[in-house]
């Protein structure tokens, strides 16, 4: 089972005056922490609520620091159950997001025909936790290296004519 997992981040933001300022700084220092390793996850403004349902900026600005909610979502691949998926995903944002507190929103199967561009995100964290997830891709390079297979030489002919 795919799982598609949204994960809310608390970001602190140093020396800005505005709201939409703190939200520009904190999507980028988050993004700059994620990438290059988890370039799959995608990084939106969260949404907070007063107690009464008002609606509330992302941002919370006191003495030109900020605490920015943002909301990072990523496909988790191959898991037994939602709560499986939502630990790998904190696991995969704790590691890369240090002393950044994370809660995890929602978790939500992802159905067959309802795979994106996320491919290269289940063969990644597929074999980040020893999962047999590259099968598809493997299957597809033997079908695309067939025409190569007369540039390159296998091993063992390799070690003969040497």
Known sequence: MDCRV????????YDVTTPDEAIRIAISKTGEMLNPDLSYVEISMGSRTSPDGEELPPAFIAADEALVALELEMTVFNVEQEEHASRIARKEIGQRLEN?????LSVEPVEEGDETDEDATGEEESNEHGRNGADSETEDRSTDDSADDDLIPEFDDLVEDG
């Open 100 to 104: 950044v507190p994370l809660k995890v």
């Open 6 to 13: 949204v994960v809310e981040a608390a970001i602190p933001v």
